[in-house]
């Protein structure tokens, strides 16, 4: 499986972006699909989740993107959304998409991904 993010740039504070994620190789429409972001000097972190089950979306954000951020996934095309709001300077970061079976291993368990995309880089000016 290969996942392919896209949608990084420079913004300014209080503008938008949107993230994007295709995964390839095979179909991942069972599995959580999300976003971490590592912020220079710092570890990477939990964004957000999303994950299908019976027809109906699961979602789980981290504290500091809650209500600025929206995760959506279209199952059809096998690509996770990240819709980013009201940027602040503090979302600047390297984001990374992800893939694992279950939304408590993207919230939880980040060693135990089973796998990750490579970085697009989102930089907030002030």
């Known amino acids: 499986v290969q996942l392919q993010a896209s949608g990084g740039g420079l913004v300014q504070a209080g503008g938008s972006l949107r993230l994007s994620c295709a995964a390839s190789?095979?179909?991942?429409?069972?599995?959580?699909m999300g976003w971490f972001r590592q912020a220079p000097g710092k570890e990477r972190a939990f964004v957000a989740a999303?994950?299908?089950?019976?027809?109906?979306?699961?979602?789980s954000y981290a504290d500091s993107v809650k209500g600025r951020f929206t995760i959506s996934r279209d199952n059809a095309k096998n690509t996770v959304y990240l819709q980013m709001n009201t940027l602040k300077p503090d979302d600047t970061a390297v984001y990374y998409c992800?893939?694992?079976?279950?939304?408590?291993?993207?919230?939880?368990?980040?060693?135990?991904?089973?796998?990750w995309g490579q970085g697009t880089k989102v930089t907030v000016s002030s």
């Open positions: 992800a893939a694992a079976p279950t939304l408590t291993t993207m919230t939880s368990r980040q060693r135990a991904i089973d796998y």
């Open positions: 190789g095979r179909t991942l429409r069972s599995y959580a």
């Open positions: 999303i994950r299908m089950s019976s027809s109906t979306n699961y979602t």
